[in-house]
Nanobody, 121 residues
């Protein structure tokens, strides 16, 4: 079993910045793709950004140039630096991690509990 602990959400004014963290622990042999998703009230959960094992990143168009995803493999931790925040970025942000517990095991995907980000003046 793998546990994901998210932190860093909160209330920020438009134009401000926040940094989210997602720390993975438990039976982890390897971590493959890590990603951030968000869900605003009344909307479906959507992709924000992903980062692969080799460091390749992918961003949703609305956050390109403003958000930066990164990972510290030694700490099994992923980050999302969010700059120039807009009211439309308000949502619950979830981390998503694909892991293997052993070299021969299949890939399992886990979700964090979510952290609220509110952008408002």
């Amino acid at each position: 079993q793998v546990q994901l602990v998210e932190s860093g959400g909160g209330l920020v004014q438009p134009g401000g910045s926040l940094r989210l963290s997602c720390a993975a622990s438990g039976r982890i042999f390897s971590i493959n793709t890590m990603g951030w998703y968000r869900q605003a009230p009344g909307k479906q959960r959507e992709l924000v950004a992903t980062i692969a094992n080799g460091g390749n990143t992918n961003y949703a168009d609305p956050v390109k140039g403003r958000f930066t995803i990164s990972r510290d493999s030694a700490k099994n931790t992923m980050y999302l630096q969010m700059n120039s925040l807009k009211p439309e970025d308000t949502a619950v942000y979830y981390c998503n991690v694909g892991t293997k517990s052993a070299p021969w095991s299949r890939l399992f995907t886990y979700w964090g509990q979510g952290t609220q980000v509110t952008v408002s003046s």
